[in-house]
Every structure is written in structure tokens, then in C-alpha cells.
């Protein structure tokens, strides 16, 4: 069954480093999407992003962060200065559109700012 | 805004049993999707059943099977034989119909623990 690929599946930064968070979507799909949980909290939405641009953004989705699809297939998530509240589980997740389907998450980046 | 409520942090059972997951939510939309997924200890997400809200008939996914109450705004989850490899925390998700963007909203998550 195909998957989305995440990697790192665990990545630790000084506070103010950039980090890059990256995300293999499954190869159909055409909406991409970043959520992220803290740890014990419900999971928040952080953007969605389709035909090459972003179409939903939420407010923790700040100035700091940014998303690419750099190449057809990669999807990141970069956080230019991290603070120690970016501390979370990171999931990309993907859909081909039908909405009643779902998406498909990856399996998650943990990333720890210290 | 949409919003969604799951009432109970943590619930348990022992194997074999059944148990009920409650969630609710509030919208003014009237065209939606419902979704229960599940986050095991791996910490992925997998999604376990869907509804669509233009649906009167109940969801069913082998064991799992949901309550639908549209009027009530009320979208339980009810777990048959309960397994242990069904320990794991449960997310009542919401989804508007409609739009370019698919945005999923999250309830709190319940920790369910099947015990033997």
C-alpha cells in the first residue's frame, strides 16, 4: 500500500537553528498538508498546499515557517528560527482530493529544540 | 469555526469487550465528512472509519462501527471485540465540504487501553 514518507523520524536543534522537515507524499496525490502535535495535545492544523502554492494557512503558521515541493515529489517544511515551543511531532500527510477519503499521514518527525 | 469535542482523555476495556468513544462538534456547515482515526504508540495516524454527513446510514469497518446522531451533532465510535493491538489514542476529526483546501480539525484525543 503506498505510503508518505517522512524523514527525519526524530531531529534535535539548537534554538535558533533553521530546520528542514521532509516529506515524500504519495505519488498521486495533489494536496499536501502539515500538521503538527505537541506532545499530549490534539494535532493542529499548520497549512495546506496545492498546484504549487499554499491555500490555507493557520496562525501558528507564522513567518518563520515556509513549505516547497521543490522537485515533483519532495514536500518540506521549513522553520527558520526555531524556538523551543516548535518542540512537537511534526505530520505530513496527503490526498488525492476525493474529500471524503481522508488523507494519508506519514509517519511523523519528532522535533526536539533545545 | 468548526470545533470538536471528545469528553473522555482516557478510557479502558478489557479484551473481547466493546466500548464507545464519544465526540461531538459544532458547525454551521451541512455538508461534511466525520473521521475516527487512530494514533498507536508507533505515533502514526491511521485512519479507522469515515461518514459523510449526507449519509443517514451508519459507517462500519469490520469491528468498528460509528453512531451518527446529525441533529445531536454526536459521532461515537464503537470498538466490537475489543484486541489489544487496539491500544492507542482515538481522534474524532472533522472535514467542511467543499472549497480548494481539506482541512482536517481534531478533537483532544482519547487514550483507549485494551487490557488482557
Known amino acids: 500500500e503506498p505510503e508518505v514518507t517522512q524523514t527525519p523520524s526524530h531531529q534535535v536543534t539548537q534554538m535558533g537553528q533553521e530546520v528542514i522537515l521532509r516529506c515524500v507524499p504519495i505519488s498521486n496525490h495533489l494536496y499536501f498538508y502539515w500538521y503538527r502535535q505537541i506532545l499530549g495535545q490534539k494535532v493542529e492544523f499548520l497549512v495546506s498546499f496545492y498546484n504549487n502554492e499554499i491555500s490555507e494557512k493557520s496562525e501558528i503558521f507564522d513567518d518563520q515557517f515556509s513549505v516547497e515541493r521543490p522537485d515533483g515529489s519532495n514536500f518540506t517544511l521549513k522553520i527558520r528560527s526555531t524556538k523551543l515551543e516548535d518542540s512537537a511531532m511534526y505530520f505530513c500527510a496527503s490526498s488525492r482530493g476525493n474529500q471524503g477519503y481522508g488523507y494519508t499521514f506519514g509517519s511523523g518527525t519528532r522535533l526536539t529544540v533545545v | 469555526a468548526q470545533t470538536v469535542t471528545q469528553s473522555q482523555p482516557e478510557m479502558s476495556v478489557q479484551e473481547a469487550e466493546t466500548v464507545t468513544l464519544s465526540c461531538t462538534y459544532d458547525?454551521?456547515?451541512?455538508?461534511?465528512?466525520l473521521f475516527w482515526y487512530k494514533q498507536p504508540p508507533s505515533r502514526q495516524m491511521i485512519l479507522v472509519i469515515r461518514?459523510?454527513?449526507?449519509?443517514?446510514q451508519n459507517a462500519t469497518e469490520n469491528r468498528f462501527s460509528v453512531n451518527f446522531q446529525k441533529a445531536a451533532k454526536s459521532f461515537s465510535l464503537k470498538i466490537s471485540d475489543s484486541q489489544l493491538g487496539d491500544t492507542a489514542m482515538y481522534f474524532c476529526?472533522?472535514?467542511?465540504?467543499?472549497?480548494?483546501?481539506?482541512?482536517?480539525?481534531f478533537g483532544k484525543g482519547t487514550l483507549l487501553t485494551v487490557n488482557p
Open positions: 476529526a472533522f472535514m467542511k465540504e467543499g472549497g480548494s483546501n481539506y482541512k482536517l480539525t
Open positions: 458547525t454551521s456547515e451541512s455538508n461534511y465528512y
Open positions: 461518514q459523510e454527513a449526507y449519509k443517514q
